[in-house]
């Protein structure tokens, strides 16, 4: 399975809803045991991004916060909020399906992934797709003509 692509239909359903469409989903296994779309809008919550949302579902799928033998994948390179929650939730390895030269803090602007100050470093493949960097661009650009 594409497990990107599994990532990418969340974030359709996500644009569906107007919603920036992003997508997560989390594989344990060779299987996907949580996946999420933004709903930041739906649910007037600044932490119902994607990956928050993937995480917490993961760990009631798991009953437990440590998804150690995880993976993530993402459609846009997260932010420091999303950043630092999959370094602490311990997952193993987040593959990355568009970069975030503005916000993005596992690479383009900082690296809070593998900072020395964290005591798990999860490790960061750029999967780039370009279907992830499609759906935004034309989100945005949408956006901007009202």
């Given at each position: 399975m594409d497990f990107m692509e599994a990532a990418l239909e969340q974030a359709r359903i996500a644009l569906y809803?107007?919603?920036?469409?992003i997508g997560a989903v989390i594989v344990k296994d060779d299987r996907i045991i949580s996946a999420a779309f933004n709903l930041k809008e739906t649910t007037q919550d600044p932490t119902a991004?994607?990956?928050?949302?993937?995480?917490?579902?993961?760990?009631?799928?798991?009953?437990?916060w440590r998804l150690a033998g995880c993976d993530m994948y993402v459609t846009l390179e997260p932010c420091v909020m999303c950043a630092s929650a999959i370094a602490q939730s311990r997952?193993?390895?987040?593959?990355?399906?568009?970069?975030?030269?503005?916000r993005g803090d596992c690479e383009s602007v900082i690296n809070?992934?593998?900072s020395d100050h964290i005591n798990n470093t999860v490790k960061v493949h750029l999967a780039y797709n370009d279907g992830c960097s499609e759906i935004l661009t034309e989100f945005f650009r949408k956006r901007r003509k009202g």
């Amino acid at each position: 399975m594409d497990f990107m692509e599994a990532a990418l239909e969340q974030a359709r359903i996500a644009l569906y809803l107007k919603e920036v469409p992003i997508g997560a989903v989390i594989v344990k296994d060779d299987r996907i045991i949580s996946a999420a779309f933004n709903l930041k809008e739906t649910t007037q919550d600044p932490t119902a991004h994607a990956e928050i949302l993937a995480i917490r579902k993961a760990c009631e799928a798991l009953n437990n916060w440590r998804l150690a033998g995880c993976d993530m994948y993402v459609t846009l390179e997260p932010c420091v909020m999303c950043a630092s929650a999959i370094a602490q939730s311990r997952l193993s390895n987040l593959y990355i399906g568009a970069p975030n030269t503005d916000r993005g803090d596992c690479e383009s602007v900082i690296n809070i992934i593998e900072s020395d100050h964290i005591n798990n470093t999860v490790k960061v493949h750029l999967a780039y797709n370009d279907g992830c960097s499609e759906i935004l661009t034309e989100f945005f650009r949408k956006r901007r003509k009202g």
